[in-house]
């Protein structure tokens, strides 16, 4: 996170200045050996990247057209397009992150710029790092046994926002503290200096300055808002629903379930490969595509920071 | 309204929203509980946590007992951890140590989009591409088994556990290395004595987490690990994990029967465990956290 701000250590030069010894070759030679073994470990970890989004790509982009990409499934799912499922995962994303943006945000400020050092933050801090771990499907119980059930709002495009809005809580609340911790202490202290209050400095000079990092925040919970399965299949998604979303009462249909239900469930899992590739593809360019500009979008920050 | 009555209102609105996290942490709690609990009163804790048989749909005799659940997701998450913990770490200490920034550039972005890709398009290839591959390859009988899983989650842990070793190796402080280079190591040498067990607990801590995501994840283990409910007797084998069990059959349970109920206990085990591994991270972080250069 902090990679920038560590300094490059000065590297001995590989040979001592006088005489080399066979002792310092040796010592040459595994060090080179080690690198490469590191380099290695790099270029498997990008290979599966590029094996897993060139796989899609040569199969999947057969299937996108302009009547894939805007028609609704036909025939039991088995042609036409995937329109219901685009609208269902924008609308479920956007609205995750409405519920997500301020709490995260509030939480992320009531954190950096109030909090002191002590118990009740570093039990806020547990709190917000274990919920970071739940696992989804456990988010998607707790949809179903709240939201679902108790709150009685049903399988629905709300339950499905405050399901993948409290999931998305922790990341808003990391990037947003890395963004205030990235705005300089002396703005805060000229702020306060000319009389401002806390709540002044904090809406008129924090904020705007830490803005663009916490729309890189946003960026990265819609996205893996986005790409979320195991907590919408109790609470928002269903199989199939022949009428688009009314009102957040009504369920939808979203890209990632598309594939889950397509790739395991149906009877002619053969026949509708070409749709799950160009399912999974829109739903990778989406994701990949978000988070690209969200990485571009902090690069950009922090050079503009340097200056 | 006066400025200070306004400043220590606008305080508590923000501590309000701080606590949220926690509130939802207790109410994810008191929803598995109250919906998981009632499993126990028609099978014991014993013979629901050790019994070897899961058969909830059994019309006659249904049998509850998640075993062979909790050995799949440990068998899975201890596999999957051979894989990723070497290569997360040495990702970590490239990244860290020897990559050149324009280098770093390039491949800190690589392993953030390989942590975004969406869980079930890692299912969905584990399942068209790996799992035929293996089937072929190695000549066994499905593909869709413990190897197979715990691959596609080495893969989705690999960047939680290179991110944190990452951070954990640049707080080791400067003063340690440069003594290191100063009495003549080479960069390798300060690098395995010097750095990597001044930046151990970070990278413990780095594992641990690797681990409950990987323990946690749903959509790789239920499309690709094969979804039998027994005990795993080899890698190829056809396993069903805790979360696959229960994404897998919530849909059919009927509401509030006892299969939904055992599915919610299923839910309070897993998330016991993955609640235990983060505070166990979090506890680590802090007990050994690197304060300043003398602390190795």
Sequence with gaps: ?307 | MRRSTREILIKQVFLAAAVTSLAVLALIMVFLFMEGLPTFSFVSVKDFLLGLDWYPTDEARPDYGILPLIAASGAVTLLSSLLAIPLGVMTAFYLAEIASPRVRAVVKPVVEMLASLPSVVIGFFGMVVMAPFLQNFLGIPVGLNLFNAALMLAFMSVPTIASVSEDAIYAVPRELKEASFALGATHLETLVRVTFPAALSGIGTAVILGMSRAIGETMVVLMVAGGAAVIPDSLWSPVRPMPASIAAEMAEAPFRGHHYHALFATAVVLFLVTLSFNVLADYISHKHRQTGSASL
Aim: glycine share 10%; aromatic share 8%; charged share 10%.
């Design chain 1, 1 to 307: 996170m902090n990679a920038d701000a560590t300094l490059t250590l000065p590297i001995p030069p590989r040979q001592s200045l006088s005489h080399t010894t066979g002792r310092d070759r040796r010592r040459n030679a595994s060090q080179w050996l080690a690198f490469m073994l590191l380099r290695g470990a790099i270029l498997v970890v990008a290979a599966a990247l590029a094996v897993i989004i060139g796989f899609l790509l040569v199969n999947g982009l057969s299937s996108i057209s302009w009547s894939f990409l805007t028609e609704a499934p036909r025939n039991n799912m088995t042609e036409g397009g995937i329109w219901p499922c685009i609208v269902g995962t924008v609308l479920l994303s956007l609205g995750a992150m409405a519920v997500a943006l301020p709490l995260g945000v509030a939480s992320a400020i009531y954190l950096h710029e109030y909090a002191l050092p002590g118990r009740l933050m570093r039990v806020i801090r547990l709190g917000v790092n274990n919920l970071a771990g739940v696992p989804s499907v456990v988010f998607g119980l707790f949809g179903l046994g709240l939201f679902v059930t108790a709150m009685d709002l049903g399988v629905s495009l709300l339950s499905g926002w405050l399901t993948l809005g409290v999931l998305c809580l922790p990341v808003i609340i990391g990037t947003t503290e890395e963004a205030l911790r990235s705005v300089p202490s002396t703005y805060r202290e000229a702020s306060l200096a000319l009389g401002g209050t806390k709540w002044q400095t904090i809406w008129r000079v924090v904020l705007p300055s830490a803005l663009p990092g916490i729309l890189t925040g946003s960026i990265l919970g819609i996205s893996r808002a986005a790409g979320e399965t195991a907590a919408i299949m109790f609470t928002a998604a269903v199989f199939y629903t022949p009428k688009m979303p009314k009102s957040v009462f009504s369920d939808v249909m979203a890209l990632p379930y598309h594939i889950y239900v397509l790739a395991t469930a149906g009877t002619e899992i053969e026949k509708t490969r070409p749709i799950q590739y160009g399912t999974a593809l829109v739903l990778i360019a989406l994701v990949l595509g978000m988070n690209l500009f969200a990485i571009f979008l902090r690069a950009w920050l922090q050079r503009r920071g340097e200056r």
